[in-house]
């Protein structure tokens, strides 16, 4: 009996050490639990935000590169029909563009079109003269520290007419893209929020922020919401930061 005894008031120490262990642990794992429980709780609601958003942003991407599309092939129609005329103009063997060149008055319909092309052949070459002229004069106009080669211009510059659709269809894309994430608060669609939350997980608990590889899950939650503040970005226009701020 003695020893049964002595046995039950080791387990009563130990149970107690045990007790007051488990006290002082209890502030602490209740904090843990509702930090994860909010922690899933946002990040079910962010899941759930962007599944709704990207075929928004998917949509807008479309738009913006059927834009950029039309005007890279509509520039390129014109060069390729400006080398056309060009080539027309030099070759000693084109008789058919001499003819056309000193006998304007034909009477017949194959002669009325050939003076029809004839004059677009003319006013594509004035069009062209006068994006050369204007851009000879923006060179002039400001310090240009590597030597210009004639002829090694891109002939990219649009109309005016052109240009002003382009921009009315870029601003209505922009515009478009503001209000993507308008009914969401900044907690959801800022990178910089998402970021933060996500860092609070890591100073929290390390380890398992590292089991549940959430640095490699980052880039496919931040995708959209980058992709979004890239639509209309281009790397080749300089003063086009717009959305990137």
Request: hydrophobic fraction near 35%; charged fraction near 35%.
């Amino acid at each position: 009996h003695t020893q049964d005894r002595d046995r039950v008031a080791d387990d009563l120490v130990t149970l107690s050490a045990e007790r007051e262990d488990l006290e002082s642990e209890g502030p602490a794992l209740v904090q843990r639990f509702r930090f994860y429980q909010e922690l899933r709780g946002y990040v079910t609601d962010l899941v759930e935000c962007l599944d709704e958003k990207v075929a928004v942003i998917h949509a807008l991407e479309q738009r913006m590169l059927a834009l950029l599309k039309k005007r890279s092939d509509d520039l390129m129609e014109r060069r390729r029909q400006d080398v056309r005329d060009q080539s027309e103009e030099l070759s000693p063997l084109s008789s058919q563009y001499l003819y056309n060149r000193f006998n304007r008055l034909g009477a017949t319909p194959s002669q009325r079109r050939n003076r029809e092309e004839e004059e677009s052949r003319i006013r594509r070459a004035a069009e062209r003269e006068g994006r050369r002229t204007r851009r000879r004069r923006a060179r002039e106009g400001k310090y240009t520290p590597t030597r210009h080669v004639e002829g090694m211009s891109s002939d990219d510059e649009m109309t005016e007419l052109e240009a002003v659709a382009f921009r009315t269809q870029k601003d209505l894309i922009e515009s478009d893209a503001r209000l993507v994430f308008e009914d969401v608060v900044e907690e959801f669609c800022s990178v910089r929020s998402i970021v933060k939350r996500f860092e609070s997980w890591r100073f929290t608990d390390s380890d398992a922020y590292k089991e549940a590889y959430v640095s490699l899950c980052l880039p496919k939650v931040l995708g959209p919401i980058i992709r979004l503040k890239l639509i209309t970005w281009s790397p080749l226009q300089v003063n086009e930061y717009s959305m990137l701020v």
